[in-house]
């Protein structure tokens, strides 16, 4: 189906040319731009399993006209992996920090059962390109309506969830500031193993970059931070503080390591974002 976050049929399908299998509970709404060829309308996990027995059954008799090997999707991923290493290595003492260095970083020291929150900003759009996830259910993403905030109260909800798991948060400073409250309820309830990683940038980075992308120009989204070291001991959490791409693994691994919630403040380059913007337009699937 269509939901509201994804871009509308007049904007993909305005030739009308576009051949729409639409995979949905409830049949399709249709208009002028969404025609559907075919509408598969049932439980969506039972619909996807059955298409699949059927498309390796094709493929098995030799009547697929596509191929099982996925090769596109396979040189999409190949890129995306030679991108995300492309700064492990950085070791500069101090300066700003790219975002495939703070998350190759993350998914070093995190186990596979562990959990990474991602709240809505700039640092969404990382994490959701980039970070590696080999285990179901690991990755909490507040996409939809994409309100921010959602960092904070997810971790609780994590950690009642699964108590035992390490639950490590990113933010950007305005989402994490929109729930800062919740700091006094992790600790209330005792939470240990729980990390909450700020990227700085003092400026309400997506909207900014949406701003930029849609109009050439952005209007003024900066703004001014509080002491983060002294907030995170206002509430007995623990402060940590990146200097550099050098100090990031250490800095961490302390982190983590720490016998209460841990706050990691991270100065952020986000001069590549229209770098990304760019990787994510040429991607195609050919059919």
């Not at 731009?33 to 498309?55: F, N, P």
């Not at 006094?184 to 997506?206: C, H, N, P, Q, Y």
Request: a negative charge.
């Amino acid at each position: 189906g269509v939901f509201l976050v994804e871009p509308p049929p007049h904007r993909w399908n305005k030739d009308r040319g576009q051949r729409i299998i639409h995979i949905d509970f409830v049949p399709a709404e249709t208009d002028k731009h969404y025609g559907c060829l075919v509408e598969v309308v049932g439980d969506l996990a039972h619909s996807l399993w059955g298409l699949s027995e059927r498309a390796d059954a094709a493929a098995a008799a030799g009547s697929s006209p596509f191929p099982r090997d996925y090769p596109d999707f396979a040189a999409i991923r190949d890129d995306m992996l030679r991108d995300f290493a492309e700064f492990a290595d950085d070791d500069e003492e101090t300066g700003l920090v790219k975002p495939e260095k703070v998350l190759w970083e993350v998914r070093r020291a995190l186990g596979d059962e562990d959990i990474l929150i991602s709240d809505v900003g700039a640092h969404k759009m990382w994490v959701a390109r980039y970070y590696q996830t080999p285990t179901p259910n690991t990755v909490i993403i507040g996409n939809g309506f994409c309100s921010m905030g959602i960092a904070l109260p997810g971790i609780i909800g994590a950690k009642l969830a699964r108590p035992d798991a390490t639950v490590l948060a990113v933010c950007g400073d305005g989402g994490f500031l929109m729930n800062v409250q919740e700091m006094e309820t992790i600790r209330r309830l005792g939470f240990k193993r729980v990390v909450v990683m700020v990227w700085v940038d003092s400026a309400l980075g997506l909207i900014e970059w949406k701003q930029q992308n849609h109009f050439g120009r952005h209007t003024d989204l900066s703004f001014a931070n509080p002491d983060f070291d002294l907030l995170a001991r206002a509430f007995d959490w623990a402060p940590f503080t990146v200097t550099g791409p050098a100090s990031l693994a250490s800095t961490l691994a302390d982190a983590l390591a720490a016998d209460k919630p841990a706050l990691v403040t991270i100065p952020i380059d986000y001069a590549r974002n229209d770098a990304l913007t760019k990787k994510l337009g040429e991607i195609t699937i050919r059919s």
